[in-house]
């Protein structure tokens, strides 16, 4: 510990969180979090990094923190400026991503009088966050920022203040620290040293033989992976098994990050609608999660089950202990049962491109036929992009797919944000549904400013599609209301709004267009965004 | 009650909604509120109006209530919908106004599988909601929302269902009703008759005495005017007190509505800065609360009181009963102290047309001399405005001006679309500061769609003014990190902006060009947006 009498609570907290390697802050500051700003000028280890609304920020953490295994911190005014960034918030629960927010409250004795900013922000962090905590006294501020850190990381595989690339960033969680503004004000503040992280807890050896026995039992078995099991290292050692066992393979679909493409084992994702995940499982004696939970459908719907493992499927859970190390324990399974086998990688086998008009089921071919090596995608496609894109990209370069893993719209545009910050030499594609897009759009502004090497390719239906598909499922009829789910009347024109944001832009209605615009944007630095306007299915 | 066995509980929701009195809805639904998206076919009394994020629907509601004095609805999905929807859920709340959530959630079988977007909707409700309910049968289901609706209005003074638009709708609160989708889905819902509220309290004739006796007093008295009493009839009140006695008025500022310009008693407002407050209030022996609370500063900072009432000054309450009727209480304290007294009346005095480079200094006399009559100003113009609005719209035509109530930005926009929509015959002019304008841009789109008459005046300085300021005034100081109060590199261009979703747009450099713009806009129906580009002070 480090204690400077000299210095402000808020210069304390920001060198602690350097010291634990948090250097890049999401930030939409305001008067309570002055403090914090001002201590970025002393600490340039920190980079600040301005976004135009709190869900575009707490979305780049979360797109940070899937790419570097390690948080970058939000920096967030009071309980409104936490509510706006809860959405994203969610999504990063939900993908288990590192994140550690840090939001400013009114000074303690500010606090009593309910001034016109005063709201319950404990309730609100309390939602999404794994650890939530208010620093009580200005001593304690650096020791809060290092725990707070350390809380993001305990369920995942990170050492000591280190980072670890090879890992998928999706064994961690959401830790929120409240800075009343006095304290951040204060000087005496004492930064703290990084909290060390524990090594995750060994997969039980003799667990690992029970499920080696299962998949030589000669019973149909299914591995469902999921988090780190989806990293290459996990897939790879799931390929083994599923080679040398005949057991298949699934991965859970949006998920927080997968690897793909030509030379990466290739898993079929594991269904959207319950029926289809029942039918994928229908001969399944066994089903064994890696890293996933047990399948329950995104709603609930009129006499349909939300369940949707067959009754007669045992269900078994690969690295038993809360922290266990998923991709630790297949490579054990692997071992047992493929010592001497090679996983199955995906030959390089992009799709041709396609030519004509644009239709909701040609698109991702474009892309497909297209990406470049090493791409990050951000996927908020959606319906446009449910059908089609897994099997387009499949024999496509090696890549990184980061799924909407809480469902809540919005997150696209701001994940590519964060993922091009934490690798800035690797091209991101941002595939992001129209209505979607409308949620959280300034984060192109952020593209711009931060010039991120980001393509955005706006998938434009002008409807929200899956509600039109939801209203029948749940057996609703609407026609006057069924204007509640179209975008059109008047169109949103993407090219306009990227250009209002300084983001380069360009509409595609053929899927030539579409390769000649993608090409394009690839070549050169910076943002570029391309609408591309889809015909319904067929055409 | 009205049983309908074949008819959905949504259907029986909506019913009851429309019964009091509640006709119109901003959506912005999702799976689970598809039930109640198909009820509003069969319903046509209530209006659903689509948004594109929630954060544009909340605030809809919010000046949608200001203006009628009676709840909108607004349909949200599930928690991420209303976390998005919670900062102008703020503002309405610090507003005071009636407005009704209906949240949906899962069905109660599913909510404990945790599925994607399972959250903790009752944590999040509570943080803004006077009244919070989770519908717990179908049978139910109407009753709950009768009395969600009578909720929102218990403090208020409307009466059983009706609504008195020459009253402010600033006496309200948030109801917040979350329908499990099981519920909505299935059949047999009782649709409840509205539920009676109660006239407010009637004022205490010995308290008000008591005022009037500190008012002949002659000591020194200053009238403090929020909620109700800056409607016409209590400014009326106030004035006729204020000429007989020699007490001082002042109004809050940032009010949820205030009554202004030619016709209506002048108020000087209460300043922002807690010096200045101190300063106004210097010479006062008594501070009479009228409506308004104690005057707080919004932020603490080092070394200065929160609390900028002199220690001589006596506080008063003029209506001490929780939801006592402030405007009837100044009445009859104005029959005691001035019977025969007229209030003084503001004169027209549009001020002249300024020219030449629109600066800080000059845009908002542009606004004042061309402000049409009854207009409906939503000022989000912040630290542009805040030194000049105010004088110069004084004389202009008689208007109502609807504030930045919780000091959440992203509400004007919104606000706008509520207002419009409660008003269609009034003119509203929206003043929106250029970095709060990106929180909720989306709700131009929706001004675009319901081809609303409402001009936008987005005033451009090209960073969060007001965060430069507090720096300073925090103690603190940065210079590379300011670049996080800078809205330019690259320039936000509205008109762009405004284009890509529908609404026509110009930029106006000089005064000129936005009083020939202003002009234009105002003389043709529908939206339109206007870009001003100022220079700082003095041009």
Same mark, same amino acid.
């Given at each position: 510990m480090q204690t400077m009498p000299g210095t402000t609570g808020a210069h304390a907290l920001v060198r602690t969180l350097v010291d634990s390697d948090v250097r890049v802050c999401f930030a939409n500051p305001g008067t309570s979090e002055m403090h914090f700003v001002a201590a970025l000028d002393t600490l340039p280890q920190m980079r600040g990094v301005l976004c135009l609304f709190e869900g575009v920020a707490t979305g780049a953490a979360d797109g940070y923190g899937r790419m570097t295994g390690h948080p970058a911190a939000t920096l967030l005014h009071l309980g409104p400026g936490l509510a706006n960034g809860l959405a994203n918030l969610h999504n990063a629960r939900r993908a288990n991503t590192p994140v550690v927010n840090v939001v400013g409250d009114h000074a303690l004795g500010h606090k009593a009088l309910d001034s016109l900013l005063e709201s319950n922000i404990d309730a609100l962090a309390g939602t999404v966050s794994g650890w939530v905590r208010r620093s009580a006294s200005i001593e304690d501020l650096g020791t809060d920022a290092a725990e707070a850190v350390a809380a993001t990381l305990t369920?995942?595989?990170?050492?000591?203040?280190g980072r670890d690339p090879s890992r998928n960033g999706t064994s961690g969680s959401v830790s929120t620290l409240i800075v009343p503004a006095d304290l951040s004000w204060s000087t005496g503040g004492r930064s703290a040293r990084p909290v060390k992280i524990p090594a995750p807890a060994a997969p039980s050896e003799q667990h690992v033989r029970s499920i080696a026995k299962l998949l030589r039992s000669g019973e149909s078995c299914v591995l469902l992976l999921d988090g780190p099991a989806l990293s290459e290292q996990g897939l790879r050692a799931a390929s083994r098994i599923e080679r040398a066992t005949g057991a298949r393979l699934l991965a859970r679909n949006w998920a927080a990050r997968q690897r793909r493409g030509a030379g990466v084992p290739h898993v079929e994702p594991l269904a959207y609608r319950g029926e289809q995940i029942t039918a994928q499982l229908r001969d399944a004696h066994h089903l064994i999660l890696c890293g996933a939970r047990t399948p329950v459908t995104s709603f609930a719907y009129p006499d349909? *089950?939300?369940?949707?493992?067959?009754?007669d499927t045992r269900v078994h859970v690969l690295a038993e202990d809360e922290g266990a190390d998923t991709v630790l324990a297949l490579d054990m399974l692997a071992d047992h049962v493929a010592p001497h086998t090679e996983p199955l990688l995906a030959p390089s086998a992009p799709p041709p491109l396609p030519r004509g008009a644009l239709t909701v089921d040609n698109w991702a071919a474009v892309i497909g036929a297209l990406l470049p090596e090493e791409a990050i995608v951000c996927d908020e496609s959606i319906t446009a992009g449910m059908a089609t894109l897994h099997a387009a990209t499949a024999g496509s370069p090696p890549h990184d797919v980061l799924g909407l893993?809480?469902? *809540?719209?919005?997150?696209g545009l701001p994940s590519a944000t964060g993922a091009a910050i934490a690798c800035p030499d690797r091209p991101v594609i941002c595939l992001q549904a129209d209505g979607s897009a409308m949620?959280?759009?300034?984060?192109l502004w952020s593209h711009a400013r931060e010039h991120l090497d980001i393509t955005t390719v706006i998938l434009n239906n002008s409807s929200y599609a899956i509600l039109r598909a939801e209203l029948e499922r749940v057996g609703a009829t609407a026609e006057a209301s069924a204007q509640l789910f179209d975008l059109s009347r008047p169109d949103l024109d993407f090219v306009s709004l990227a250009h209002g944001m300084g983001v380069p832009a360009e509409r595609a209605g053929t899927a030539e267009d579409l390769a000649r615009q993608f090409r394009r944007a690839l070549s050169e630095p910076g943002p570029h965004l391309i609408e591309a306007v889809l015909l319904p299915h067929g055409g």
């Open positions: 369920s995942g595989a990170a050492g000591e203040g349909r *089950s939300s369940l949707p493992t067959p009754p893993t809480g469902l *809540s719209i919005g997150q949620y959280t759009l300034s984060a």
